[in-house]
């Protein structure tokens, strides 16, 4: 498939523009064609992190998806390329994938700021409407986190010593507020009243020290906070 230059959208806007960054043919490919199909703009396709950086220095794309395992070691050279684009090119949002939960410092990312930052599993690809709701949220500043990682994560903090203090359904909220709902889907999600989770999201925020603030990110802050608190899980 063509790699398209950049162009207006259908609305007269300028397209998105995306880089992506992953070695497997087959999920570039993937990722290219639903991107397109979607008037996203792919600006280039690169297998490592080299490539990476020297695309994003020279092209400026709006969000650039990175596979956190490249060549040449294939343990987190996508990472900390992830890192550079943070530091060096603030105007590029990043989309981190993983074939696996990977903790460490895929999270470590979001403690320096949440805003233009997701994180998803691989699988997440093949639900093309939420991957392209994550990719167009993390491009316009939000931030994403995969349900699936933050379920495992939540569980495995829950039984984590003095530091596991929110209730079960506290974390059932948290895990959701992760995913970038809204209250009121929270409260449709878990059938109680918007008033009972707007009770739990105050709650979680005092338990985690997050006291009101105007940042935009707090939700996904406090998911962060709890799972690198004390008691949290080990980095991989």
């Not at 979607?38 to 020279?58: C, K, N």
């Not at 909220?173 to 992760?178: F, H, W």
């Amino acid at each position: 498939m063509r790699i398209a230059d950049g162009k207006a959208d259908p609305d007269g806007g300028q397209a998105l523009r995306v880089v992506i960054a992953d070695d497997a043919m087959l999920l570039r490919e993937g990722v290219l064609r639903i991107l397109a199909d979607d008037q996203i703009t792919v600006t280039g396709v690169v297998g490592d992190p080299e490539s990476l950086l020297d695309h994003v220095a020279r092209e400026a794309p709006d969000l650039a998806i990175v596979d956190i395992r490249m060549p040449p070691t294939f343990t987190d050279e996508g990472l900390r390329a992830a890192r550079a684009i943070r530091a060096d090119h603030p105007g590029t949002a990043v989309l981190l994938l993983s074939q696996h939960v990977q903790v460490g410092g895929a999270l470590d990312l979001f403690t320096a700021g949440a805003g233009g930052l997701g994180y998803l599993l691989k699988d997440r690809v093949i639900e093309i409407d939420d991957f392209l709701a994550a990719v167009r949220r993390v491009a316009a500043g939000g931030s994403v986190v995969d349900p699936v990682v933050i379920r495992a994560l939540v569980q495995r903090r829950s039984g984590l010593g003095a530091g596991a203090t929110l209730s079960d359904r506290e974390r059932d909220v948290l895990s959701l507020m992760a995913q970038g709902l809204s209250n009121g889907a929270i409260a449709a999600r878990l059938v109680v009243s918007l008033r009972t989770v707007e009770t739990h999201v105050a709650s979680i925020f005092t338990k985690l020290g997050l006291l009101p603030t105007p940042e935009e990110h707090r939700r996904v802050r406090a998911v962060i906070t709890y799972l690198n608190g004390p008691a949290g899980p080990p980095a991989d």
